[in-house]
C-alpha cells in the first residue's frame, strides 16, 4: 500500500511501515491546497493525520484511499461524513495521548492558582513584584470538578486525588459504581459540577451536544473565582461569555485550545482575550509530548498494519452501530466455487439489499456457512431458487 503521512510522526513509526513493505510518502505540515494536490500525485491507500484538516475535496483527490488514520483521539478536523459516503474508513488512536493532556491541564491548574507565567513575565522583564504574588488558593482540599471522564478525565482523577483534592465528575457514560471504584463522587449534571467544584476541567469531545456546553447556564452556577481549564476542543467553550464571567466573577482560565486559532504551527496571531489578566492561552501542546507521540504512532501503525494484513480497522469510527438490516439469510452450503455467486444472485433478483456478510468455513474445508444479513422482503420463491441450487445444503431467512 502506499501511505501518505501529512504530519509530524515518529521515525519508529515511518521505519515500521517501510519494513514490512509499504511505500510511505512522508510530507509533514501539508495544509489546504497543497494536501489536496499531494493526494491527487501519490493517490495513497491510507492518508495518516495528526492535526491538519481533511476536507472533501481531498477525499475526492485520492480514488483509491481507503483508509484515514487521525494520529490523536479527536477527528472533529476530518470530513466523517464524507468519507462515510465515500466507503473510507476513518480511524483514531484514542487514549495514547491522556497523560500527556492531564499533565498539561494540572500544569494550567497550578498556574491559574500561583499565577506562574504572570511570575516568569515580571522577572523576564527585570521587575520584582513579591507582593502581587502571594496570594493563592492552593488546590489540596479543593474540589475539582471533571466534565467528561475518557481517558484523559480518567488520568485528571488520578492526580486529582494524588494531590489531596476532593473529585466530582459528569459523564454520560460514568455510572455510580465506576465512580466509587475511582474513589470519585459522580454528578447528575454537568450544571451541578458548576455549582460545586473550586477548579473545572473539561474532557468532553466536540460534537453537536457539547457545542457551547460551557456557556452563560453553565458559568453563571460557577462560584467566584473559580478556575476553569480547557484542554479539549475550543467549540465546547462559549469564550465570549467567559469573558463576562471573568469580569464579573473574577473566574480565571486557561485554554490550550483558543477559538480561531491558527492552522499553522507559527506566525502572526492576535486573540481577543490574550491580553486579559485571568485568561491564559496555551499554543495546542495538550498531547506534545516525546512519550505522546511515540505511543500515538506505535497505535497509528498498528491501526494501518492491521488492515493491511486483515482488512479489519481497528478504533474505527465511522461504521454503523447496526446496519438497516432486516432479515438474516443462513447458507449451509458445500465450499465451492461460485455458490456464492449464485446466492447472490438470487438475492439481486429478489431485490434484496445486503448489509452485511461473513461466510465461515468448517474443520476439513468441504463446508461453510454463509450468514447475509439484507434490507427487504422475504421471498419465498428466492428462497427456493437458493435451495435447489446443486451445492445448497440448506437455505433458511429470520426476521431480525
Not at 501529512?6 to 513509526?13: K, L, P, V, Y
Request: charged residues 25%; proline residues 4%.
Amino acid at each position: 500500500m502506499t501511505i501518505l503521512i501529512a504530519d509530524s510522526f515518529s521515525e519508529a513509526g515511518r521505519a515500521a511501515l517501510k519494513q514490512t513493505g509499504h511505500t510511505v510518502v512522508f510530507e509533514p505540515g501539508l495544509k489546504g491546497g497543497a494536501l489536496t494536490s499531494v493526494l491527487a500525485e501519490h493517490e495513497p491507500d491510507v492518508l495518516i493525520v495528526r492535526s491538519t484538516k481533511v476536507t472533501g475535496e481531498d477525499l475526492d483527490a485520492s480514488p483509491d484511499l481507503e483508509l484515514i488514520v487521525r494520529a490523536g483521539a479527536g477527528y472533529d478536523t476530518i470530513d466523517v461524513e464524507g468519507a462515510s459516503r465515500r466507503g473510507i474508513f476513518v480511524a483514531n488512536c484514542p487514549g495514547k495521548n491522556a497523560a500527556a493532556v492531564a499533565e498539561l491541564a494540572f500544569g494550567l491548574m497550578l498556574s491559574l492558582d500561583r499565577r506562574i507565567p504572570d511570575n516568569v513575565s515580571k522577572a523576564r522583564e527585570g521587575r520584582w513584584n513579591k507582593g502581587a504574588f502571594t496570594k493563592a488558593q492552593g488546590v489540596k482540599g479543593r474540589t475539582l470538578g471533571l466534565i467528561g471522564m475518557g481517558s484523559i478525565g480518567r488520568e485528571m482523577a488520578v492526580r486529582g486525588r494524588a494531590f489531596g483534592m476532593h473529585v466530582i465528575a459528569w459523564s454520560r457514560s460514568l455510572t455510580d459504581e465506576a465512580a466509587a471504584e475511582m474513589g470519585i463522587r459522580r454528578e447528575v449534571r454537568p450544571i451541578d459540577v458548576a455549582r460545586e467544584a473550586d477548579v473545572i476541567s473539561v474532557h468532553v469531545a466536540a460534537t453537536p451536544e457539547t457545542k457551547g456546553l460551557i456557556g452563560e447556564d453553565f458559568l453563571a452556577e460557577m462560584r467566584p473565582g473559580t478556575l476553569l481549564i480547557n484542554t479539549a476542543r475550543a467549540s465546547v467553550m462559549d469564550e465570549a461569555a467567559v469573558a463576562k464571567a471573568m469580569d464579573e466573577k473574577n473566574i480565571r482560565v486557561a485554554t490550550d485550545v483558543p477559538a480561531d486559532e491558527p492552522a499553522g504551527k507559527e506566525g502572526e496571531w492576535r486573540h481577543p482575550l490574550a491580553g486579559h489578566p485571568n485568561f491564559y492561552i496555551t499554543h495546542h501542546i495538550g498531547a506534545s509530548t516525546d512519550q505522546a507521540t511515540e505511543a500515538i504512532g506505535d497505535e497509528a501503525v498498528r491501526v494501518v498494519l492491521t488492515y493491511a494484513d486483515t482488512g479489519q480497522v481497528e478504533n474505527c469510527i465511522n461504521l454503523a452501530d447496526q446496519s438497516p438490516a432486516t432479515h438474516l439469510l443462513t447458507v449451509r452450503h458445500l465450499d465451492k466455487v461460485g455458490v456464492l455467486a449464485g446466492v447472490l444472485d438470487a438475492a439481486r433478483e429478489a431485490g434484496w439489499n445486503v448489509q452485511e456478510m461473513e461466510n465461515l468455513i468448517f474443520a476439513g474445508a468441504e463446508a461453510a456457512c454463509a450468514r447475509i444479513r439484507f434490507d427487504g422482503r422475504p421471498d419465498p420463491e428466492a428462497l427456493l431458487r437458493i435451495n435447489e441450487q446443486p451445492d445448497v445444503l440448506n437455505a433458511t431467512i429470520i426476521a431480525l
